[in-house]
């Protein structure tokens, strides 16, 4: 398997409860690298343009409005066959179907509020860290 990038978000949810440390351990612990990271308040319309793909579902303003409730942080993980990786560590998108030691079953509170984002595809995570980054910004 390829050496890859993906997009992390650590959610309001989380970064509320001060958890950050805690889930950047669980990436570094599974051997993924943070190469890039950034504490952002997303606006609403900021919010609305990265989560476009889901305009249509009924989750999407109410998904939005948390997503820029309060402070999130952006990074991008790298490692070998990082896009499934970390799918993997995150767990099921409902903390209550995520296996046990996955972040969102130990850290997530519900569907919505479930403490992070990872990319769904290799081609995804492209567009989704140039969204939050500039080259410059990205230091292996
Ligand atoms: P994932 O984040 O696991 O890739 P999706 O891309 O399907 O999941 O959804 C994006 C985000 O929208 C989820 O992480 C979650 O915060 C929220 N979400 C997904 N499904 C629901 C739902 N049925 N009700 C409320 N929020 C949802
Ligand atoms: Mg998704």
Redesign the pocket.
């Known amino acids: 398997m390829a050496i890859q990038r993906t997009l992390s978000i650590i959610k309001p949810d989380a970064t509320e409860r001060n958890l950050t440390g805690s889930i950047n351990a669980r990436f570094e612990q599974a051997g993924l690298r943070i190469i890039a990271q950034k504490r952002l308040h997303l606006t609403r319309a900021q919010a609305e343009k990265f989560?476009e793909v889901?305009k249509d579902k009924a989750?999407y303003d109410?998904?939005c409005e948390y997503m820029s409730s309060g402070p999130v942080v952006a990074q991008v993980l790298c490692g070998e066959d990082a896009v499934a990786q970390n799918r993997k560590i995150m767990g099921a998108?409902n903390p209550a179907n995520a296996e046990i030691g996955t972040i969102r079953r130990d850290f997530g509170q519900s569907?919505?509020h479930?403490a992070v984002?990872?990319s769904?595809s290799p081609e995804n995570a492209q567009i989704e860290i140039s969204f939050f980054f500039s080259q410059l910004e990205i230091v292996e």
Do not use: A, P, R, V
């Open positions: 989560y889901h989750f109410s998904l998108t569907i919505e479930n984002h990872g769904d």
